[in-house]
């Protein structure tokens, strides 16, 4: 058996581990379903209920991936500017620190305040959350072109957008895919926050609904949904990864977050 079809079996082993240890326990504990319901229960849950979850787990994911396309343009474009200017770096560097250890859910009343609850604020506050870690990897993946071929680059009459797009930015490609998959996971944690809070449609809605009918199952089946979600499209961007930058991957993945 190859490494690669190795890892997959463990890693497909323990996630069905994970749920037989679960089913069994609750059913040797005797848990109440309130309290903790079996994975059997909650994937009951998801088929019965499925065709009222489709438009909801369909509200989630455009909402998602809208406010992740803003805040992975607004990303590289900020990545860019504090990656190349050091001056750049030391003035807009702590203020993106600041505004990034600010609690996402002090920023959702604010957006709900200006534009009513809804869709815009799931999508702002989407946006707002994956925009460091793209930042933060752009711009290291840009400090770490060698200054020697610079100025090798400078010597042959090279402009500075030249070497920025020639060797700079494929340079920064593997931080760049690497920020994507932080991105993605935290683009669903702040989509999902604010359905909780303001929101009619979305995943997050139907879970704040379901918790207080004391509905516990259909509360994890849309956990297990979120799960599924993420994983999918972290499997996406790990494949395209692999595919433009395999020449620049060493062992596990690593994103600086």
Request: proline share 5%.
């Given at each position: 058996m190859s490494d690669n079809l190795r890892t997959r079996f463990l890693s497909t082993s323990l996630i069905v581990g994970f749920f037989l240890l679960w089913e069994v326990l609750c059913i040797i504990l005797n848990v109440s379903d309130l309290v903790l319901p079996r994975p059997s229960e909650i994937l009951v849950t998801m088929y019965n209920r499925f065709p009222v979850l489709w438009p909801h787990i369909l509200q989630t994911l455009s909402t998602t991936l809208i406010g992740f396309a803003f805040g992975v343009t607004i990303g590289v474009a900020l990545g860019v500017i504090v990656g190349t200017s050091k001056v750049a770096y030391a003035v807009a560097y702590p203020l993106l620190v600041g505004f990034s250890s600010i609690p996402k859910v002090a920023v959702v009343p604010i957006f709900v305040l200006w534009f009513g609850s809804g869709t815009t604020p799931a999508i702002l506050t989407a946006m707002v959350?994956?925009?460091?870690?793209?930042?933060?990897?752009?711009?290291?993946?840009?400090?770490?072109?060698?200054?020697?071929?610079?100025d090798v680059l400078k010597t042959m009459g090279a402009s500075r957008s030249e070497i920025l797009w020639n060797v700079g930015l494929p340079r920064a490609m593997p931080y760049f895919f690497a920020s994507l998959k932080v991105a993605i996971t935290l683009s669903f944690v702040g989509a999902v926050l604010s359905e909780t809070v303001a929101s009619n449609m979305g995943i997050g809605f139907v879970m704040m609904t379901a918790s207080s009918n004391f509905q516990v199952s259909l509360v994890f089946a849309g956990l297990i949904l979120l799960a599924l979600m993420g994983v999918i499209l972290y499997a996406i961007f790990s494949l395209l990864e692999r595919r433009i930058t395999g020449w620049a991957t060493r062992g596990n993945d690593i994103a600086i977050t």
């Amino acid at each position: 058996m190859s490494d690669n079809l190795r890892t997959r079996f463990l890693s497909t082993s323990l996630i069905v581990g994970f749920f037989l240890l679960w089913e069994v326990l609750c059913i040797i504990l005797n848990v109440s379903d309130l309290v903790l319901p079996r994975p059997s229960e909650i994937l009951v849950t998801m088929y019965n209920r499925f065709p009222v979850l489709w438009p909801h787990i369909l509200q989630t994911l455009s909402t998602t991936l809208i406010g992740f396309a803003f805040g992975v343009t607004i990303g590289v474009a900020l990545g860019v500017i504090v990656g190349t200017s050091k001056v750049a770096y030391a003035v807009a560097y702590p203020l993106l620190v600041g505004f990034s250890s600010i609690p996402k859910v002090a920023v959702v009343p604010i957006f709900v305040l200006w534009f009513g609850s809804g869709t815009t604020p799931a999508i702002l506050t989407a946006m707002v959350i994956c925009v460091f870690p793209i930042v933060v990897n752009i711009a290291t993946g840009l400090a770490t072109t060698e200054p020697e071929l610079e100025d090798v680059l400078k010597t042959m009459g090279a402009s500075r957008s030249e070497i920025l797009w020639n060797v700079g930015l494929p340079r920064a490609m593997p931080y760049f895919f690497a920020s994507l998959k932080v991105a993605i996971t935290l683009s669903f944690v702040g989509a999902v926050l604010s359905e909780t809070v303001a929101s009619n449609m979305g995943i997050g809605f139907v879970m704040m609904t379901a918790s207080s009918n004391f509905q516990v199952s259909l509360v994890f089946a849309g956990l297990i949904l979120l799960a599924l979600m993420g994983v999918i499209l972290y499997a996406i961007f790990s494949l395209l990864e692999r595919r433009i930058t395999g020449w620049a991957t060493r062992g596990n993945d690593i994103a600086i977050t």
